[in-house]
């Protein structure tokens, strides 16, 4: 394999790689926004994930078959949407401190995943999935066509919703009570924008994003559900908030800057190069590392009352 070749295989692989993490960080940048962080986004993507996987595997020899994988994915976003108001009562209406919260919802959702996943599939099973959906005219260019034109069409999907989600974010008045009860909940208190209520749709609409990305995963990137199929990416994601500073394009920045980190260390794999293959695989993670390191000031432009309950009986 030439260099021009190792490269170009990368940018191909890297693109796919990236959607997991840019649905979860776009749905997890609305959470922090809002002023609460959920670190239980792994759990809710390893949920979706499982049952988006469901209607392939036990419908695929029904005359449901050509709806299976829609219905997984309406699955997925359903169920995210469910646990993201369950952590929402948990850390909204009962104000209990948001890290704890997050890790139990971790738990649960990747617990109840992995046992219903042995207890009525068994064992690792592969499934049709989305198939590819190249855009015709425009998967022929080259170079550019294979890298950006020839992809299945969660994608797509993930990379349209960035513009969707910054204009929702800065350009609509529901984005403005986003950002101020994030911000100074007090102040949006006084004005009449019911916070609790914002706060609910928001982590609403995250965990159904979650539960998007881990339907991704299952059905148009492995085709298949694991207990390790997630692997950190929901932890990554929350990560990416704090790497592209609560906007949707740095998200996006962030997500394809890690995803082709991991198609450098499968291709340095495929390629046989003479490299240490401990230090492929740990090579993306250790970047997340790095990259927050060097941008650990990006926390004075967040939210500022990130991870701080509100009480509007509590005098100030």
Known sequence: M?????????????????VALLLAGLGETINQRSGVFNLGCEGIMAMGAFLAFLPPYFLAKT?????ANLIGILLAVAA????????ALVVVTFRAPQGI???????LGWGTAGTLFRRYVGGVTGVTGIPSLPIPGLSRI??????????????YLAFLLVPVFWY????????????????????????????????????????????LAGAYLSLAQAKMFADDLIAGRGFIAVALVYFGR?????IMGGALLFSLAQSLQLSIQVAGIDFPYEFAVMLPYAL?????????????????ELGKPFDREQRV
Do not use: C, E
């Open 2 to 18: 030439n260099a021009g070749s190792f490269i170009l295989n990368i940018l191909i692989l890297g693109v796919p790689f990236s």
């Open 63 to 67: 005359p449901l078959a050509p709806s």
């Open 80 to 87: 995210g949407a469910l646990l993201g108001l369950l952590f």
């Open 101 to 107: 919260a997050g890790i139990g919802l971790q738990m």
């Open 142 to 155: 080259p170079i550019l066509g294979p890298i950006l034109f020839n992809h299945n069409p969660l994608v």
């Open 168 to 211: 929702i974010l800065f350009k609509t008045p529901w984005g403005l009570k986003v950002r101020a009860v994030g911000t100074y909940p007090r102040a949006a208190d006084s004005l009449g924008i019911p916070v609790a209520r914002v706060r609910y749709q928001a982590l609403a609409l995250g965990g159904a994003m979650a539960g």
């Open 246 to 250: 609560w906007n949707p394009v740095g």
């Open 288 to 304: 997340v590392i790095v990259v927050l390191a060097l941008v650990r000031k990006a926390r004075m432009v967040g939210p500022a």
